[in-house]
């Protein structure tokens, strides 16, 4: 079994920045793409960010050249680099990585992590 374990989250002020983790854990596994996503009240999970083994990222337009994506793979880690943070930015955010294990394909998520961010 793989877990995936987020950090960082927290009640912040606009404008500040803040740094999410996600680190995967288990036995016989490899990681292929990792990311990001969000949900807030009401609304439906969203796709943040998005980064491949090989570095290649991508983004929703509501968080380019404000969030950055990157990832050290022999930590098995993904992070989350928020900057210039909105209220709207406000959400739960989860890990999902996906993954291989023992020959299967495998789309793994976190618990979820929350960011407040007041204005």
């Known amino acids: 079994q793989v877990q995936l374990v987020e950090s960082g989250g927290g009640l912040v002020q606009a404008g500040v920045s803040l740094r999410l983790s996600c680190t995967a854990s288990?036995?016989?596994?490899?990681?292929?793409?990792m990311g990001w996503y969000r949900q807030a009240p009401g609304k439906q999970r969203e796709v943040v960010a998005r980064?491949?083994?090989?570095?290649?990222?991508a983004y929703a337009d509501s968080v380019k050249r404000r969030f950055t994506v990157s990832r050290d793979n022999a930590k098995y880690t993904v992070y989350l680099q928020m900057s210039s943070l909105k209220p709207e930015d406000t959400a739960v955010y989860y890990c999902?990585?996906?993954?291989?294990?023992?020959?299967?394909?495998?789309?793994?998520w976190g618990q979820g992590t929350q960011v407040t961010v007041s204005s």
């Open positions: 999902d990585a996906d993954g291989i294990r023992f020959g299967r394909l495998y789309d793994w």
């Open positions: 288990g036995r016989a596994f490899s990681l292929n793409a």
């Open positions: 980064i491949t083994t090989g570095g290649n990222t």
